[in-house]
């Protein structure tokens, strides 16, 4: 299936690309929902941003309480904590409210180890039954 793009999304001449730690405002939540403007790693595809004007992300978190799921990050980011692989976001970076902006990229070691708790979320494998 191949999808075609006549736009070229982008905020203040930005589009978000795969890998890149972003700083995003959350609000408004409900919930448990990741709150309040945090940074957050763009996990979807860079043509996926630029053909829907949406990426989806991984918020990162300053707190202390690690849990399973989490990333850290290493200590030469600017950006310090961990990635919550557990609690994905799709994000409309168009919308000026989200104020989303580049801060810098993440370690190929931690995008391989965040995308392989995504993946897990959705092993569809296991919803097949012989």
């Known amino acids: 299936m191949t999808l075609k793009s006549n736009k070229g999304y982008a905020i203040n001449g930005y589009t978000p690309q795969q890998g890149d730690m972003i700083i995003c405002n959350f609000d408004p939540t409900l919930g448990r929902e990741i709150q309040k403007e945090r940074p957050a790693l763009v996990v979807s595809s860079s043509y996926y941003h630029q053909t829907t004007g949406f990426c989806v992300v991984c918020p990162i978190t300053s707190s202390s309480n690690v849990k399973p799921g989490f990333v850290k990050l290493s200590d030469s980011h600017k950006v310090k ?5 557990m609690q994905l976001k799709f ?7 989200r104020r989303v902006r580049k801060v810098e990229e993440c370690t190929t070691d931690e995008f391989g180890l965040t995308i392989q708790i995504v993946s897990a979320i959705f ?7 012989e």
């Open 81 to 85: 904590g961990h990635i919550n692989a």
């Open 91 to 97: 994000v409309d970076f168009m919308e000026k409210e």
């Open 123 to 129: 092993d569809f494998e296991k919803l097949i039954v």
